[in-house]
């Protein structure tokens, strides 16, 4: 990543999206850039702290980054804020009025769309933004297209004074492919200029702004009309004419090589127009746009005819064999299979879902908290929602950040008289805990709730790759920064210092102690942990283990710690004294996966897990 | 678009899928190629599934490889390769790891581990080559060169030379690791051999 500056420009590069946007940014004179991590949006602002004369951000959330965002426009500057598409939820309050007041130095916002959830708890469509904000909206299709977006959302974002959504999805974001970059061109600041009217959104002024803001989407409009980012590639096969954004654009080129296609780079306000004008050319339209039917409700309430999501599905993604066969059910042809598949049906595998690593921190708390019998857990967003995995199926709820805890407020306030025994505990990590766990918090207190919280601080952003926050003591740059204290903030929002523990969360005993005390306490308690996750370079490796195949009794504890180094070698039926048949599992462990943390050391009878002679064993940390 | 080669590259998380496919695609652009490379690696560390499209030619329009489309599948694991042979067009090859990396579910007793997965692909008539990389690797010293070791064995089935993809390879680690050149060389040349050994005694 490094590498890429270094390169002379112009020259053409192997670029994901991210790292084509990075360097379109760059190449524009952005000053200020924030983003808050989340996949698949994070390397964005990861690439653009290799750039040098721009100043780049983690925010502690969407919200705040898109307010720094705003705020440098407001100064003059160019502006970037990116995140994926659940972000742009906590960034909504601002973006709706950014809106009325509108940009002064150009302002691009990045949102990233999971479509086909490789990594969200949902699968929105971004593009409604667009329409609910009255703002303009562009969607490549590839890196290169990615790159160049973002030079004329800012041309687009300076001429009209409007911030522009450069809306993505996992399908650019992480794909590679060639891009043709250039060279930066400095952008100065304008400088602030005082206007009350425009940048201070009282109703008085804001109402002002109201009317000014439909007349600009008018003038988007008319400008999406003569863009360049909406242009028709020609073809012969007239049966069928396509409308297509985004990703989807590649594969109709892919599908349909020979049918003629209308490609919207700017998408919204949607050039019906130039639609109009495509739609007469063709004997049928099929809108091939990924989720909702946003672009087909909006052509066909300007009267003209299209197919959509009758044929198309509104989950997931539109590749060739999902747009081929759909397309011969609508030209009324025998659907294609893949005939020169070798093999027709996939084969029955078993699942491989995502687990905790190899001695991670969480591992313990889960196999912990699954033994405290009578809870309901609120769970929380990161690695550790994947403690609702096997075998710990430790989580009962979880839905957005920072939501375990007023999740589990609600769960204490509403629970049933038959659930009047149950002790409430909520799950949240240390970067969530800032990006919106802490007023949860507050409410619990201020309102006296009954939860027990485990705050699980690993020391970085563990599931987008180990991104720092307020909580590691360093930035965006790895620079050291002022590092928060958890326990004073903890306090400061209530908490009394009696309920608030730092444990060792490879303290097996010590852990299950201080979770029954607090669960059984009927006031706010906080359950502080603090071990690194085993990806980053604070983590330090311990001699591994191995178990000693003579002295393993079959017990299967060392089994239910869920450690994916830890596996079953050999199953036996046995009959117990009293008569019920039970199973013996044997393990082993993985000794160049084991990372020597011993959590599986107290949960064996025997005491058959020794330290192994040294192996060659393998780093996960990347050098 | 027959002009297009795709290589589907499949693993567990931590495996290095996505490096050997970003090696490929190095050597693939080297010879002037257009290039699209993709994955699903929502959770890549977390001992998931990962796959990795690669398609190059003269001009690459969908990064996403269809069932049916790919030229090779490179498994580095077994039941990967397994998991996603039907991507495979006919006349294709599967070149895989005999490495079989169990998952929680299946160590846990909830699912169980296909028995011959190479056996199980063969049976529809696809053309597989199986090998143990990571015995490879071990002989060498060290498990990581198995990632060198799977693009030797697949280098003979590409459409350039292997020379090529070697000189990436090695390009990669005469940058941030010159140490590691001649060991990944062997690697790379371990791999390749083996593979021509196996051959004739399949066919």
């Known amino acids: 990543m490094a590498g890429i500056q270094a390169v002379a420009a112009p020259a053409r590069m192997l670029l994901s999206g991210n790292e084509a946007i990075a360097r379109g940014v760059w190449e524009s004179g952005v000053r200020v850039a924030s983003a808050y991590p989340g996949t698949p949006a994070t390397e964005m602002l990861e690439n653009l702290s290799h750039y040098p004369d721009l100043y780049a951000e983690w925010s502690v959330n969407e919200k705040v980054a898109l307010e720094v965002a705003i705020g440098a426009s407001i100064a003059g500057s160019r502006s970037f804020c ?39 708890q949902n699968e929105q469509d971004s593009r409604y933004w667009g329409r609910f904000a009255h703002l303009p909206l562009m969607e490549p299709a590839d890196s290169q297209e990615a790159y160049d977006m973002v030079a004329t959302a800012y041309a687009v974002s300076e001429q009209f004074q409007v911030p522009v959504i450069l809306r993505l999805t996992t399908r650019i ?3 590679k492919a060639m891009v043709s970059v250039g060279k930066r061109v400095p952008h100065d600041s304008a400088g602030f200029v005082k206007n009350p009217r425009r940048w201070v959104m009282t109703p008085g002024f804001a109402r002002d702004r109201i009317a000014l803001m439909f007349e600009r989407e008018e003038q988007l409009r008319a400008a999406a009309e003569k863009s360049p980012l909406n242009f028709i590639a020609a073809g012969r096969d007239r049966r069928v004419g396509y409308i297509a954004s985004g990703p989807a654009w590649m594969h109709v080129q892919e599908a349909f090589p020979g049918a003629p296609a209308l490609k919207l780079g700017f998408s919204y306000p949607a050039p019906i127009g130039k639609i109009r004008a495509f739609a007469r050319t063709v004997d049928q339209l099929l809108v091939v746009e990924e989720l909702e039917p946003l672009l087909e409700n909006e052509i066909k309430a300007a009267g003209i005819a299209c197919h959509g999501k009758d044929l198309l599905p509104r989950q997931g993604e539109l590749p060739p064999e999902v747009l081929r066969p759909a397309v011969a059910r609508l030209l009324g042809e025998v659907p294609p299979g893949t005939p020169a598949t070798a093999r027709l049906e996939p084969a029955q595998v078993f699942p491989r879902p995502p687990t905790l690593c190899g001695g991670c921190p969480h591992l313990g708390i889960y196999y912990t908290v699954a033994r405290i019998p009578n809870t309901i857990v609120a769970g929380d967003i990161g690695c550790y929602t994947l403690g609702s995995g096997h075998p710990w199926n430790a989580l009962d709820a979880v839905v957005c950040m920072g939501a375990s805890m007023g999740m589990a407020l609600g769960l204490d306030k509403g629970r049933a008289e038959t659930d009047k025994g149950k002790k409430i505990l909520a799950v949240i990590g240390d970067s969530t805990f800032m990006h919106m766990g802490m007023q949860g918090l507050l409410d619990i207190t201020y309102n006296r709730g ?16 180990g991104q720092d926050n307020p909580g590691t003591g ?12 958890f326990v004073k903030i903890c306090e400061a929002l209530g908490v009394r210092p009696e309920r608030i523990r730092k444990v060792d969360p490879y303290q097996l005993p010590v852990l299950f102690k201080a979770l029954r005390e607090e669960t059984l306490i009927a006031e706010p308690s906080v359950i502080i942990t603090d071990r690194p996750c085993v ?13 000693d195949p003579d002295k393993c009794s079959g017990c299967g504890g060392c089994v239910d710690i869920g450690c994916p180094a830890i596996s079953v070698v050999r199953r036996e039926k046995v009959a117990r004294r009293t008569g019920k048949e039970a199973t013996l599992e044997f393990a082993a462990i993985e000794t160049a996966a084991c990372t020597g943390c011993g959590l599986c050391l107290s949960p064996c009878a025997p005491k058959a897990i020794v330290v192994a002679t040294p192996v060659q064993a393998i780093n996960f940390v990347k050098s | 678009m027959s002009n297009v080669t795709n290589i589907l590259v499949a693993g567990v998380g931590g495996q290095g899928v996505m490096t050997a496919t970003e090696i490929l695609a190095e050597a693939a652009i080297s010879l002037g190629h257009d290039v699209k490379k993709t994955e699903v690696a929502g959770m890549s560390q977390r001992g998931g599934v990962v796959t990795s499209h690669l398609r190059f030619g003269l001009k690459v329009l969908s990064p996403k490889i269809a069932p049916g489309e790919a030229d090779i599948i490179v498994g580095f694991e077994s039941a990967e390769a397994l998991r996603w042979s039907h991507y495979l067009k006919q006349g294709g090859i599967v070149l895989m790891n005999t490495a079989r990396l169990e998952p929680p579910v299946v160590s846990g007793g909830l699912y169980s581990y296909p028995c011959d997965p190479a056996a199980q692909i063969r049976a529809s008539c696809i053309e597989v080559i199986a090998f143990d990389a990571m015995a490879i690797a071990k002989q060498l010293g060290d498990l990581r060169l198995g990632n060198s070791v799977m693009l030797g064995a697949i280098a003979d089935y590409l459409p350039f030379p292997a020379e090529v993809l070697l000189e990436s390879i090695l390009g990669r680690f005469k940058a941030r690791k010159p ?21 004739p005694a399949e066919a």
Request: net charge neutral; with cysteine.
């Open chain 1, 173 to 175: 974001c992480h794909v």
């Open chain 1, 474 to 485: 360093r930035n965006l740059y790895g620079t050291p920064a002022p590092k928060v204290d």
């Open chain 1, 82 to 120: 990116a995140m994926k598409h659940v972000g742009l939820n906590v960034a909504a309050d601002a973006l709706m009025t950014l809106t009325l007041t509108g940009a002064a130095g150009g302002l691009v916002i990045a949102v990233a769309d999971d479509v086909g959830l490789s990594s969200s």
């Open chain 1, 450 to 465: 009954n939860v027990t919280i485990l705050l699980l601080d690993n020391r970085t952003v563990g599931m987008t790759g």
């Open chain 2, 179 to 199: 140490e590691m050149v001649e060991l990944n060389r062997r690697a790379f040349t371990a791999g390749r051999d083996t593979i021509a050994n196996l051959v």
């Open chain 1, 535 to 547: 990806l980053i370079g604070e983590f330090k490796r311990q001699p591994s283990y191995r178990v």
